[in-house]
């Protein structure tokens, strides 16, 4: 028997066919792909299913909802997980947009680290000058959006110890990575406080390696692995959204764990 | 430099972050856009194409156990790591439970450390096909000398298959 709600003009369903790559994207959470329907998407969004692009519309700013959700729900003060030393996984787990024969090593003789933004003191950073900073060791878990994680142990300087001395302004809303391998990345100020994001030099107390981010890479215990940007050559501090690899290719942006 | 997706479309696996609902468009590609544990160019020797994988320090002692598995998306496991040894002429050797099912079945084989590759907490053979394995002779211990737990021997890397 025909529903007395069903609407008199049913949307194309190949609708949903434009769209197949994204609902595919869902394939492990089967709950949430078999909740999305045309309909489900209309009640949610009040788009008009039949301009494909606004589909694609509706799903990023369901993304950009879930950031805030998430930029709501993080606690500055709260600690992630951390291991003992002997279980740390030595060499740490490779990983990158390439494979490991295309890494790119930098020369730490000559590497700078360049500031911009809203940073009172902008001269770049040698390695020495970071290295003089406060370290502190953490031994965390990187965990990945493909599903694995391991256990590691790093060395570095408190991103917060080193924004605080170059003078940037802690208020703002982002703070942004640029790096050797052309892999834009960016988080929010209140995790870049957290006290497990490092500025990392050291894996397992040794330098780090070439294919790990030498010399310097971000680790955050917060969120995941691939907001972690390796070989970082420049940081700005910015109210504009400066968005990052994955997330330009719809991976969420907060990527809080 | 143009990185194209080998293997054609490779659904995004997005594992779960917090409780709020995720969507996420565009899905063409997931992590990877260039695969890993890719076979020795034709001609090169299993050392030099080693070298070019950024080898890394490894206790021998923390492999034996390790998941050995095929460079390709569904990461099939092939077999687990026995123990390491080096043959007569020296070349370390990574002696393998090769195939079986359940732990039943299997057999021990000796692939050179070369062939293979570190990813994370597994190990892969990136030089030879399970075809070619198969026909890998049974591992006999005799002219073979073990390789003690604390030494450090260099393994290649690899980024995950899948």
Redo the contacts between chains.
């Keep these: 028997m025909k529903s007395p709600f069903r609407p008199d003009e049913v949307p194309d369903a190949s609708l949903l066919d434009d769209h197949r790559?994204?609902i595919?994207?869902?394939?492990?959470?089967g709950l949430?792909r078999g909740g999305?329907s045309l309909g489900a998407l209309v009640m949610l969004t009040g788009c008009d299913v039949k301009r494909p692009e606004s589909v694609?519309s509706a799903?990023?700013a369901?993304?950009r909802?879930?950031d805030s959700?998430?930029a709501l729900?993080f606690d500055p003060n709260k600690l992630a997980p951390t291991y003992p030393a002997s279980m740390i996984?030595?060499?740490?787990?490779?990983?990158?947009?390439?494979?490991?024969?295309?890494?790119k090593p930098v020369n730490g003789a000559t590497w700078r680290l360049g500031l911009s933004g809203l940073v009172a003191d902008k001269r770049p950073w040698t390695l020495q000058d970071l290295q003089a900073l406060p370290q502190i060791s953490i031994v965390i878990k990187h965990i990945?959006?493909?599903?694995?994680s391991?256990i590691g142990g790093w060395t570095g300087t408190p991103l917060r110890t080193f924004l605080e001395r170059v003078g940037a302004d802690l208020r703002a809303k982002y703070v942004a990575f640029k790096t050797a391998d052309d892999y834009p990345s960016s988080i929010d100020m209140a995790s870049a406080l957290h006290p497990q994001t490092l500025l990392a030099t050291k894996y397992g107390g040794e330098t780090l390696?070439?294919?790990f981010g030498y010399p310097v890479r971000l680790r955050m215990a917060t969120k995941?692995g691939?907001k972690n940007p390796k070989w970082i050559t420049a940081i700005e501090v910015t109210n504009s959204y400066p968005g990052g690899y994955?997330e330009s290719?719809?991976?969420?942006w907060f990527?809080?764990? | 430099m143009v990185r194209r997706n080998m293997s054609g479309v490779r659904s995004m696996r997005m594992r779960s972050i917090c409780g709020a609902l995720v969507i996420v468009a565009s899905a063409a590609h997931a992590q990877s856009t260039t695969p890993g544990g890719m076979p020795p160019p034709p001609g090169m020797s299993l050392a030099e194409s080693a070298a070019m994988r950024f080898p890394q320090p490894v206790r021998v002692g923390d492999l034996p156990g390790r998941d050995v598995l095929r460079p390709v998306e569904s990461q099939d496991v092939l077999g687990h790591v026995r123990q390491l040894v080096r043959d007569s002429k020296g070349q370390i050797m990574v002696v393998i439970d090769f195939g079986g099912f359940f732990g039943f079945g299997s057999r021990p084989i000796a692939v050179p450390v070369d062939a293979m590759v570190l990813v994370g907490q597994d190990m892969e053979v990136v030089a030879f096909t399970p075809e070619q394995l198969r026909r890998f002779p049974t591992f006999s211990p005799s002219g073979t000398t073990p390789i003690a737990d604390d030494a450090i021997i260099k393994v290649g890397l690899a980024k995950p298959s899948h």
């Design positions: 790559s994204l595919r994207s869902l394939e492990r959470r949430i999305l694609e799903l990023l369901i993304s909802l879930n959700v998430q729900l996984l030595r060499p740490p787990k490779f990983n990158a947009y390439y494979d490991v024969m295309d890494v990945c959006v493909e599903g694995w391991y390696a070439d294919p995941l691939y994955w290719r719809g991976f969420p990527a809080g764990i």
